[in-house]
């Protein structure tokens, strides 16, 4: 049977009391390449089962928790999510087979339908599998995922799809929920505090070497705030954030 959850739940986030709704859930694990192995709801526009180009990925490295996952191996395949209500994040796993700058693998929301939105876009998709975050518009009923794969291209493994409802009616309660997104970065990194934001926010990024080379303090209780990248070379910097007597560190990876 296909494993399919379509549900509302309850996920204790990892270091955090509270819990965190889960609207929606799909792992692919029966995705074959078949259109009728499609998941309940969702529209999938490149289907294949060739050996040679198949639209699924059936071995460990290109999976998230378990195998299968989908592959986007073609120009402008796209996955559009079944119709969901009251979202306030998505989370998916994100693996290329390698590198070429023309590649990007874009996120839309739409709130009704027919116009879409763009959450985020990445440029050029890492080989080391990670997990992207992003922010969903609670007015949003959909979400589209769409790569735009150049001639000499590759591919990429998308696996573990996870629609979270709003934390506090869409309002981050703890500093740690603070969502920094695209992973990785290109010249750009954005911050969103939730719908409540901080009176004060002291926001600062160091190298790897600890080296501090960016700092700004908000006070305008912003709920979302962007840094220029386009200065910083690739690589991997730490980015503080600081309000009150409670901080903390996030990893930022920058490639551009």
Not at 10 to 38: K, M, P
Not at 72 to 85: C, E, H, N, Q, R
Request: net charge neutral.
């Amino acid at each position: 049977m296909k494993k399919y959850i379509y549900f509302i739940a309850l996920l204790c986030v990892t270091g955090n009391a509270r819990a965190q709704t889960i609207i929606l859930s799909e792992n692919f694990d029966s995705y074959n390449g078949l259109v009728t192995s499609i998941p309940p709801g969702f529209v999938i526009t490149w289907n294949d089962t060739s050996s040679a180009s198949k639209s699924f990925y059936s071995t460990s490295g290109f999976c998230g928790m378990a195998c299968n996952s989908y592959k986007f191996g073609v120009d402008s395949a796209t996955i559009i999510t079944p119709v969901f209500s009251g979202a306030g994040s998505v989370s998916f796993y994100l693996k290329g087979n390698g590198t070429y700058k023309p590649n990007s693998f874009k996120v839309f929301e739409t709130n009704n339908g027919a116009t879409w939105t763009l959450i985020s876009s990445i440029d050029s998709i890492p080989t080391v599998s990670q997990t992207v975050t992003l922010p969903v518009n609670p007015a949003s009923i959909q979400l589209q995922f769409y790569y735009k794969k150049d001639s000499l291209g590759f591919n990429a493994g998308f696996d573990d799809l996870v629609i979270y409802g709003p934390v506090g009616i869409n309002e981050i309660h703890s500093i740690n929920d603070i969502l920094v997104y695209p992973t990785p970065a290109n010249n750009s990194l954005q911050l969103d505090f939730g719908t409540r934001g901080f009176s004060e926010m002291e926001i600062s990024l160091m190298n790897i070497l600890g080296k501090e080379i960016y700092k700004i303090t908000l006070s305008d209780n912003s709920s979302r705030f962007s840094i220029n990248l386009s200065d910083f070379p690739d690589g991997i910097y730490l980015l503080k954030l600081k309000s009150g007597f409670k901080e903390t560190v996030k990893r930022v990876i920058v490639k551009k």
